[in-house]
């Protein structure tokens, strides 16, 4: 089997739009590991999150490095291990806070294992209930980060627009680049972070040569990803921006294209 390193996004790609794996899926996971491959889910998600939803792939048994917070943290699900842990200075985390209250936009931000907001409204309990993670409402985000020296890992803007705060924020701080995750949202992390540095990591981490890897997803926080893979597959209902980075299209996440393209590579048909 040429190809014995996949990772994989998580909502959109392996996820199906209506918020399940399917069994289809579930099974070429487990064959795959059977035939000696390593799957490997990559996400923009905590790794709280990621965790409540192993057993949906049913790996829940193996101990396993997780990529969440777009590479931000990547740590072992069963050990709890951190492999790596990027942070951005608290102070460029702060000026970012205190810049989406100046313009106007939502964020929250996120440190290893808790998500801060300034209060409760229905865009952080609608993502809560998504992701199954607990909020923590502190106030003004800037004021509680420059206190307590916040070592954030991610942050995060939810706006219909989420592309023009993109043009905004691209080259505001030395040390937090900023993507795309789904179309409302704008994700903020570590230069040191991103799913391609993950990738690059856990290659040498895990022992496995770069030309056996490849990279599935369906937004543009996983370009990165799909460029240093080997193979970069998007799904068909990926972003139209990342299909031009692909190197083929797989089946939509709803038509299991996550599965199709692992059994190919267990075949060899890739």
């Known amino acids: 089997m040429k190809y014995k390193l996949i990772f994989s996004d998580f909502d959109g790609t392996a996820l199906r739009s209506d918020r399940t794996v399917s069994a289809k899926t579930v099974q070429a996971v487990k064959d795959y590991r059977a035939a000696g491959g390593t799957f490997i889910i990559s996400t923009g998600r905590m790794y709280e999150s990621v965790l409540k939803c192993a057993d949906m792939f049913g790996l829940t048994d193996?101990?396993?490095?997780?990529?969440?917070?777009?590479?931000?943290?990547?740590?072992?699900?069963?050990?709890?291990?951190?492999?790596?842990?990027?942070?951005?200075?608290?102070?460029?985390?702060?000026?970012?806070?205190?810049?989406?209250?100046?313009?106007?936009?939502?964020?929250q931000v996120y440190t290893q294992?808790?998500?801060?907001?300034?209060?409760?409204?229905?865009?952080?309990?609608?993502?809560?209930?998504?992701?199954?993670?607990?909020?923590?409402?502190?106030?003004?985000?800037?004021?509680?980060?420059?206190?307590?020296?916040?070592?954030?890992?991610?942050?995060?803007?939810?706006?219909?627009?989420?592309?023009?705060?993109?043009?905004?924020?691209?080259?505001?701080?030395?040390?937090?680049?900023?993507f795309l995750s789904f179309t409302r949202f704008l994700d903020g992390a570590s230069k040191k972070a991103g799913k391609g540095n993950a990738l690059k990591l856990l290659t040498e981490y895990l022992d496995v040569d770069k030309s056996a890897t490849v990279a599935i997803g369906d937004s543009m926080n996983d370009i990165?990803?799909?460029?240093?893979?080997?193979?970069?597959?998007?799904?068909?209902?990926?972003?139209?921006?990342?299909?031009?980075s692909a190197d083929i299209i797989a089946p939509s996440c709803d038509e299991d294209g996550v599965a199709d393209i692992i059994y190919r590579a267990i075949r060899d048909e890739l």
């Open 224 to 244: 990165s990803m799909l460029e240093s893979a080997a193979l970069g597959v998007a799904v068909a209902n990926a972003d139209d921006r990342l299909k031009k």
């Open 113 to 178: 294992d808790k998500l801060y907001v300034e209060r409760e409204n229905d865009i952080n309990r609608d993502y809560c209930n998504i992701t199954k993670i607990k909020m923590h409402p502190v106030g003004k985000l800037g004021d509680y980060i420059l206190k307590n020296k916040l070592s954030c890992v991610k942050v995060l803007i939810a706006a219909d627009n989420a592309d023009s705060y993109l043009d905004y924020f691209r080259d505001k701080y030395s040390d937090i680049q900023f």
């Open 62 to 107: 193996i101990n396993m490095p997780i990529s969440a917070m777009d590479g931000g943290i990547i740590k072992e699900s069963l050990s709890g291990k951190v492999i790596a842990l990027n942070t951005m200075p608290y102070e460029q985390t702060a000026d970012f806070a205190y810049e989406c209250d100046k313009i106007g936009c939502y964020c």
